[in-house]
């Protein structure tokens, strides 16, 4: 069982930046999958980036692309996304999410963390 602990969300003004961390416990292969998904007050949860923990796949939503990377640091079992130029409708809670097969894509994640609150002022 893989639990998931995410940190780094906090309040920024718009064109700021943001770091977000997901710690891992347990063991993750590197034919896993992880990703970060957000949801805004009134929204449907929306994916934003997954990337395999082998580093070989990664897949960002055109949302976010050109601002958001995704990256992660096996010895750490850590999962990072870097926010850069960051607008009001980023404001969401951000979590982190991981599934046992290497597609990088938006659904079938069966572990998820609890979150983390971004919210970007204009």
């Known amino acids: 069982q893989v639990q998931l602990v995410e940190s780094g969300g906090g309040l920024v003004q718009a064109g700021g930046s943001l770091s977000l961390s997901c710690v891992a416990s347990g063991r993750i292969y590197s034919d896993y999958a992880m990703g970060w998904f957000r949801q805004a007050p009134g929204r449907e949860r929306e994916f934003v980036a997954a990337i395999t923990w082998g580093g070989y796949s990664t897949t960002v939503a055109a949302s976010v692309g050109g601002r958001f990377t995704i990256s992660r640091d096996v010895a750490k079992n850590t999962m990072y996304l870097q926010m850069n130029n960051l607008q009001p409708e980023d404001t969401a809670v951000y979590s982190c999410?991981?599934?046992?097969?290497?597609?990088?894509?938006?659904?079938?994640?069966?572990?998820w963390g609890q979150g983390t609150q971004v919210t970007v002022s204009s």
């Open positions: 999410a991981g599934k046992p097969t290497p597609y990088t894509s938006s659904n079938e994640y069966q572990w």
